[in-house]
T-cell receptor, first 110, second 116 residues
């Protein structure tokens, strides 16, 4: 009930391509869905977040798509760059602490 | 830009020893958190702290763990008798509020704890 399932575990994308990472949840009380970006040796940093009253949120090259009925949300990185290579975590919370997915290691190759 | 800092960056200790991990949250933040990340696994919530008391804790945060805000700037996590399975990266985070409106927790760079 408290889990957030994230896929894929790893992803390799060509420079300029679209990176897509998916997450699914069970707890309908979740009402805040952030994505975190983590570089090696650093802590997670908030990238973008969405609440379930909207189906999409875009900030620059990063877009969250949210499907409330399917209890799924995804991160799309447009025009992926080598500097985007990092581990990405989806997370969720309601009246609970943040619950993280297992992470996706993204490698963007030239 | 203000940031959360943590010391030490790496701590090696013998099983059964006590360790104290230190954090300096962002100065105007009121809510503080500890998370851990076992190598290659997801980030897991340990505890949240507000107004000098624990507001929430996970099942991981058992009696061997404690947190303290000993002064106006530091926030510490103490592990009384370390076990091999405590080896992980420990992240401190802070936020202006618990997240109902803004939701952003700022994470420190972490302390890598290695228990031998």
């Amino acid at each position: 009930q408290q889990q957030v399932k994230q896929s894929p575990q790893s992803l390799i994308v060509q420079k300029g391509g679209i990176s897509i990472i998916n997450c699914a949840y069970e707890n309908t009380a979740f009402d805040y869905f952030p994505w975190y970006q983590q570089f090696p040796g650093k802590g997670p940093a908030l990238l973008i977040a969405i609440r379930p009253d909207v189906s999409e949120k875009k900030e620059g090259r990063f877009t969250i798509s949210f499907n409330k009925s399917a209890k799924q949300f995804s991160l799309h990185i447009m025009d992926s760059q080598p500097g985007d290579s990092a581990t990405y975590f989806c997370a969720a919370r309601g009246n609970t602490p943040l619950v993280f997915g297992k992470g996706t290691r993204l490698s963007v190759i030239a | 830009e203000p940031e959360v800092t943590q010391t030490p960056s790496h701590q090696v200790t013998q099983m059964g020893q006590e360790v104290i991990l230190r954090c300096v949250p962002i100065s105007n933040h009121l809510y503080f958190y500890w998370y851990r990340q076992i190598l290659g696994q997801k980030v897991e919530f340990l505890v949240s702290f507000y107004n000098n008391e624990i507001s929430e804790k996970s099942e991981i945060f058992d009696d061997q763990f404690s947190v303290e805000r000993p002064d106006g700037s530091n926030f510490t996590l103490k592990i009384r008798s370390t076990k091999l399975e405590d080896s992980a990266m420990y992240f401190c985070a802070s936020s202006e509020n618990p997240g109902r409106e803004v939701g952003e927790q700022f994470f420190g760079p972490g302390t890598r704890l290695t228990v031998l």
